[in-house]
């Protein structure tokens, strides 16, 4: 059980890390950055942490689990932030892709 908790911790903070990076490289791009600008950068060294919070991810997950998680994570709370803080429209195909992506976390997580 202890695997399948850190495996989660390691998940989720490397999830966190990416969403950062996701969002100072989106205000990047909405602000018309350069590619070298500071934003970006931040950017990039937030992806380059979060390979280090997934490597632990990994090694108390399968990659399937590790994945799926990630990419579960990663999805809803891109799509609050795109629609709360920079006003995107989600549509029923989007609730349904984060509909998607709750089922698979539960069809893949395993307790044992």
């Not at 490397?14 to 205000?27: H, P, Q, S, W």
């Not at 018309?32 to 390979?51: D, E, H, R, T």
């Amino acid at each position: 059980m202890d695997h399948i908790v850190f495996g989660f911790a390691f998940t989720f903070v490397t999830a966190l890390v990416v969403i950062a990076g996701d969002y100072v490289l989106k205000l990047a791009a909405d602000g018309n950055q350069p590619m070298w600008s500071g934003l970006v950068m931040l950017g990039v060294v937030l992806y380059g942490i979060s390979a280090f919070f997934w490597f632990y991810a990994m090694q108390h997950f399968t990659l399937a689990q590790a994945g799926v998680a990630y990419s579960m994570l990663t999805l809803i709370a891109l799509a609050l932030i795109g629609a709360l803080h920079f006003g995107e429209t989600l549509h029923a195909r989007e609730y349904a892709g984060l509909g998607c992506a709750l089922l698979a976390m539960v069809l893949m997580s395993r307790l044992a």
